[in-house]
């Protein structure tokens, strides 16, 4: 029985899911001037980083696999996606080094001259459900001996089915279908996309990640997802109360990699061309990381996680790889104030934390003196780090320090670490959006009754 | 047909070896942290990197040294940083961790050396080319096995004679009784970290000697196949880990030489998966721990 208010909540959904799918192709046509054009690139790859992150999740956070074989059934899904769709044309360029490769046909050029855009929205969305099912196969075979498995031996072996799968796309034999290690480019992209004058580019990865990431919530908050969530939970108690283990993790191990090859495809759609190379072991932790950031077992967190991930990696910190020279001296003083500024505050908030948590060290030396040595060496590092400041403020050099090409991901895998180590939770926790504001609104009845 | 064979055989001792004092690391840290150190790899890829700046500036009666001690040094303090905090948390975030102190490691190093390969030192002696029956090879090739057998033998005394030992066995046995006993743990497992590194430094030294090019992500794919070796041979087990360094150095080397390179690494992980699912202890682990 559905109530009358899901019918509302449905309904607001909805809405939302519109507004902003409205926002983005608006985002999309508005002038290069105005929109800069790393908003749109980050808005497209956070969007597909979002969906295989929630991908992960689903398999890490809620069925608690502790998998790392995304990376191998993004491959599987981007190459099964690139093969149907490069065009006929261009499949003898392509397949230079393989005379006679390619498929001989092209599912979205073919459904593409016969229906125009609505068919070639219908052949990516065709070609990009194959692509999943090509990833959900074989995370149904490997899943066969590798399910057995538990926590890190899990994760070790999906590892390596990641790497096989690489290394076997990559083979010569292969090499009329798969172009051997060479590039697979020419299909059709997100920029093919559009209606008259208005681009849809932007707002194509955002419907078909936001469709797919409906189906996992939707999944989630059915029966199948509370057994992964016993699972993960309890796996003897799951047994216990009649969940069959070895088919929920299986399902949730073939559906997690079904989103995954989406995604992959997805991301070929976006860079244009695939080569078995980049979907490394690192492209997994990268987006085990977004998990992380996000919060396990929340799948609003892997989305916003994804976006901050993606706008850190390729915008926001952009500035931080190219090397710098200062205007003149009182754009340094005010660089130096900014830094010592933020010396403080993160000095303050450790030493914060440090008295929170109580862990005090406590060294005894022969007098049996207890000494806290964290807020100490805090302090010294940031002594040290302010009178570097002041240094650099008296000095004549005007070009900052440290800035040149790589400082960008340093910072950013430190960031990343302080998130790991302190703030375990991520930004949600396993909360959702839409819990924050339950518990608000519980929270005042709670207040109101008390009263 | 031995004669074809040769180079190969040789070259997969010689890389087994590395795999091997790589491998024995993973499979210290395991046995008493119960945790996959993904940053041992990158460990391994600072050393090299250590390694080839030392050399430039000093004589190598000095860098070598230095290299080693460095490493120890880094490897200790990943584990202080990354690792102590956690050590009463879920095992799955002290993984995180570590992934995350790969990542760390492996920007670090691509920013400090500018993400270009830089050419590994040429270290006298073992560089030289030697003749083994008929084919030539650099005398590191033919040291390698020798070396990593010594100083297994040291470990395994050290393990088995020294108290430092007995503590490490203690803790890789019962981590709170342990502790419970007196042992200070976090010494022991520092001193596990030392021991290990110190392999990986030896192991960085052999290895760059016959592939003479450092980049920021070497070290990945010879951490990972280390610990596949460290998982084959049976977690926990140093022996075990020497065993399966050399056998997939070697299997992997005669994959490549049948003209099949692409499928080396694969094999690798097929054999892994293999081993996990045929006998999850691998060959010479104890029966103890529930791992499947």
Redesign the interface.
Known sequence: MIKKKDYKKTWIALLIAAAILILVVVLDNLPSKVVPSMLLTVLQKGAIYALVAVSMNLLNGFTGL?SLGQAGFMLLGAYTYAVLTVPVARQASVYQRYPGGGLGFSVTESLGNSMGQLGLFLGVVLCLILAGCVAGLFAWFIGL??L??????L???T???A??IR??V???GLGPVTNGSNLLYGFTGFSDFHMGELKLTTMMPFLFAGASILIVVLLINSTYGRAFKAIRDDEVAAEAMGINLARHKRMSFVISSFFAGISGAMLAMFQASVQATAF???MT??I??IV?IGG?GSVTGSVLGSFLFVGCSEWWLRFLDNETILKNFSAKVQFCALLAALIAVVVGFGLLRLKRSGRKIIFRSGKRIAVDWGPVLALALAALALGWDVWFLLSSNLKLPLL????R??V???V??IV??FF?KGIMGDQELWDLRRKRRSAKAKAGAGK | MLEQILPYLLAGVSVGGQYALIAIGYTMVYGILRLINFAHGDIFTVSGFVMVYAAATMPLTLSIPLTIVLTVALAVLVEKVAYRPLRTAPRMSVMISAIGMSYLLQNSMWYLTGGLPKQYPVLPWISDSVNVAGSSTSRVTVVTPFLVVVLVAGLVLLIKRTKIGMAMRAASRDFETAQLMGIKINNVISFTFVVGSFLAAVGSMLYFSNYATVTPTIGAMPGLKAFVAAVFGGIGSIPGAVIGGFIIGICESLIKGAGLTTFSDAFTFALLIVILAVKPTGLFGENLTEKV
Do not use: N
């Not at chain 1, 057995?148 to 031996?153: G, I, T």
């Not at chain 1, 040149?404 to 400082?407: D, T």
């Open positions: 502790f001996p590798v057995k498995l538990k926590s890190d031996y994760a070790i072996a590892l390596g089915f790497e096989i290394s076997v990559q083979y010569e490394k072991a690192a932790y990268e085990l990381l992380v396990i040149r090409s790589g400082f991901m340093v950013f895998s430190v990343i670490m790991v180590l375990r």
